[in-house]
């Protein structure tokens, strides 16, 4: 009886430490952990691949296709490599081809080469005259940009917008943040290829990303092979994944932004709320998707008594943004900013010519 009595709490106390790691290697643990994360790579690559290519075939948008038709080679060499790294990591499963920074490696190569590469490849070619190599968004960036240089605010009127031709009153509403129109800038000092707003979404995206794994990268003594692999992952989500690299090579305004609150919560998990702030801030001077990511971080900070710090950052970044367009033309500002993307805005055509300040 006494065995028996002695034997019940010693299962007890199995199951209960058995119970916590079956938690812990729930299916997506299990696929992203395969083959040392590389079967997933290889499953990426491959799919992408796929899409590209039945993107360059059967999409109805121009930019599409071209980036699907130089994608599809990017991914697909990806692919090759990533299934040459399996096969070496079952014949020699400790070679450093086969690890995270080899995988950091091809990461960043096929970046280069699905998003980077047509990229640039559309750009040279709109600055040789072809018009169907760019979304009406990058126009859009770009003549804010020119705008902002030559009147102080990004944003045009009511009045300005309803003297446009029929066919450009659309395009001349500008519904993003202040801060969106400085990728802009450098088209309105040169047609050059490298003007294109898009190429500096890619020298944002990369710089805030690059901040990002600055800031998650543990000490020495303290880094582990995991922690490098969900960083790895994180970043092959926001670079490599079609619906980025996509976005990033035909339009790219989303990209800066994401990449900005992907910063920001980096910065919250190693404990610097007010610097978290200011990233997030950053993107919610240029998009008001990034709001929300604010208002989650300002949450944050709050339960852990830093709100002030956190909100300094989040609100102050967006509303010194605000503050000098607010001052040249509120009306063009609320126009844009606020009637436009909530749908309460008149046809153009139909606004009497009288003066937007009045």
Known sequence: MAGAVTSRPD????VSTTTPTRRRTGWWHRLDTAAGGLALDLGLYA??????????????????????????????????????????????????????????????????TVALLPLVVQSVQRAAGRTDRAQEEVLVVEESGRRLVETGTPYLGPDA????????????????????????????????????ARVWFAVGTALALLLAVRVL???????????????????????????????????GDDLPVLALCLLALALAATARPGWAGVAVGLAGA?????????????????????GLRVAAGALGVPA??????????SHALVENVLRFPSGTVWS???????????
């Open 217 to 251: 990268r543990r000490p020495e003594g303290m880094a582990t092979v995991g922690h490098a692999a969900a960083v790895l992952r994180g970043v092959q989500a926001a670079t490599v994944l079609p619906i980025c690299a996509l976005t990033l090579a035909t339009g």
């Open 47 to 112: 799919v992408s691949a796929a899409f590209a290519a039945i993107t360059a075939a059967t999409s109805t948008l121009l930019p599409h296709r071209a980036w699907g038709g130089v994608a599809a080679f990017g991914y697909l060499a990806a692919a090759i490599m990533a299934l040459g790294q399996l096969i070496l990591r079952r014949h020699r499963p400790g070679s450093a081809l086969t690890g995270v920074p080899a995988r950091w490696l091809v990461t960043v190569l096929t970046w280069t």
């Open 348 to 358: 153009p055509a139909r606004h009497s010519h009288r003066s937007p300040v009045t």
């Open 161 to 196: 917008i309803a003297a446009l031709p029929p066919g450009e009153q659309l395009l001349g509403y500008t519904p993003y943040q202040p801060g969106m129109a400085l990728f802009g800038l450098a088209r309105a000092a040169s047609d050059a290829w490298w003007s294109d």
């Open 11 to 14: 299962r007890l106390a199995r």
């Open 286 to 306: 240029l998009k008001l998707f990034a709001w929300p990511v604010a208002a989650v971080l300002v949450s944050w900070g709050i339960c852990r008594r830093a």
């Open 320 to 329: 010194a943004a605000l503050l000098p367009t607010l001052l040249v033309d």
